[in-house]
């Protein structure tokens, strides 16, 4: 889900020939439209649910929200739940670790159940075919766990350029027909930093781009570069970083200060909590995507049960997540809001 590192750019193909994408609203140059949050499904009750989409609407003043899981049921309850309640959703499979026709079979199960929600409420509801396929998929490049792959890509992405781009290009081929075959809205997909996609065959550009180092205006040219030679919406998939002093600077690899073999799992060294960073970082890249014609934008992520919050800061792995809400452990369900989740209600709510 999270991206171990921005690369260089995210490079985008010329137009190829590729299944006609269905017409999408105008582009609006002038101000963010699509002002979005990730939700991670899990087993969460249906009654708690409501309640975080419910403040992600009224509190946070989201447009949209991103269902992101693996379980195709759980997954289309919770973008119902959304449409219920006036959100618009970007419904995003994450089925990792399948081979291509296992994952173009899952696809098809959740584009069948988006189709039915869009009938619902049409003009509400866009389907992604998935994300980051060259390390979620296997197949792609060697390794048996997607974290595995994704080291493999980010060490020797130069050798594996070719290999990549040849089967990515394939298998989103492959994917962006079966959606269209049984979902008849608009279809895009969430890219990593590092894959060359051809976007004649989607409806918006779908880009995960998260901001790191300190060369903040090299970033703003991508952004800039990416809106400019984009005849297509674009929608940032995916942004944010961890709450701590200098995750700014980590951005996607926020989490690496965890030490996930120690038993339990800890944070490395002297990594003081900061909620500002976190909140400042976001701030800015919000006025970023408004001010540069970017279409839409999904702060990732709302709630991270797996980076729980504990008074022992050696233990504590929520300032390393990405969640603008603080949980514990033993109440996953109960959330404070963090500086993160004021400031983005303050920059969505201001308008």
């Known amino acids: 889900m999270v991206n171990a590192a921005i690369l260089p750019g995210v490079l985008i193909c010329p137009h190829r020939h590729g299944i006609a994408p269905r017409p999408f609203a105008e582009r609006n140059d002038r101000m963010l439209t699509v002002r979005g949050i990730s939700y991670l499904v899990g087993e969460i009750p249906v009654d708690i649910v409501r309640r975080d989409l419910t403040a992600i609407r009224d509190d946070l003043h989201c447009t949209a929200v991103m269902s992101i899981g693996a379980d195709v049921d759980q997954l289309i309850a919770v973008a119902g739940q959304a449409l219920d309640l006036g959100l618009d959703v970007y419904i995003r499979p994450n089925a990792t670790e399948l081979r291509p026709p296992e994952l173009l079979?899952?696809?098809?199960?959740?584009?069948?159940?988006?189709?039915?929600?869009?009938?619902?409420?049409?003009?509400?509801?866009?389907?992604?075919?998935?994300?980051?396929?060259?390390?979620?998929?296997?197949?792609?490049?060697?390794?048996?766990?997607?974290y595995l792959r994704?080291?493999?890509?980010?060490?020797?992405?130069?050798?594996?350029r070719h290999?990549?781009?040849?089967?990515?290009?394939?298998?989103?081929?492959?994917?962006?027909?079966?959606?269209?075959?049984?979902?008849?809205?608009?279809v895009t997909y969430a890219a990593a930093g590092w894959e060359s996609v051809d976007w004649s065959r989607f409806d918006l550009v779908g880009v995960s781009l998260y901001r790191?180092?300190?060369d903040h205006t090299s970033y703003e040219r991508r952004v800039r570069a990416l809106v400019g030679e984009s005849a297509k919406p674009v929608v940032i998939t995916e942004f944010g970083c961890g709450a701590f002093t200098g995750a700014?600077?980590?951005?996607?690899?926020?989490?690496?200060?965890?030490?996930?073999?120690?038993?339990?799992?800890?944070?490395?060294d002297a990594h003081p909590r900061d909620e500002n960073t976190q909140a400042r970082y976001l701030t800015e890249l919000i006025d970023l995507y408004d001010q540069t014609g970017v279409h839409g934008a999904f702060v990732f992520t709302f709630s991270m049960p797996d980076f729980a919050h504990h008074d022992d800061p050696a233990l504590d792995l929520d300032r390393a997540g990405f969640g603008i809400v603080t949980v514990t452990a033993d109440h996953p369900a109960q959330w404070r809001p963090k500086a993160a989740f004021r400031a983005v209600a303050h920059r969505y709510g201001g308008r």
């Open 150 to 160: 994704l080291r493999l890509i980010l060490r020797a992405r130069t050798l594996l």
């Open 163 to 186: 290999r990549i781009d040849r089967r990515l290009d394939a298998l989103l081929a492959k994917a962006a027909e079966t959606a269209r075959d049984v979902f008849h809205g608009p």
């Open 212 to 214: 790191s180092g300190t």
């Open 105 to 146: 079979a899952h696809l098809t199960r959740t584009a069948a159940s988006a189709e039915q929600l869009r009938i619902r409420y049409p003009g509400k509801v866009t389907l992604l075919v998935g994300s980051e396929f060259s390390h979620t998929a296997r197949g792609i490049v060697p390794g048996f766990r997607s």
């Open 248 to 268: 700014d600077v980590r951005g996607p690899g926020s989490f690496q200060i965890v030490n996930w073999y120690a038993r339990p799992p800890r944070i490395m």
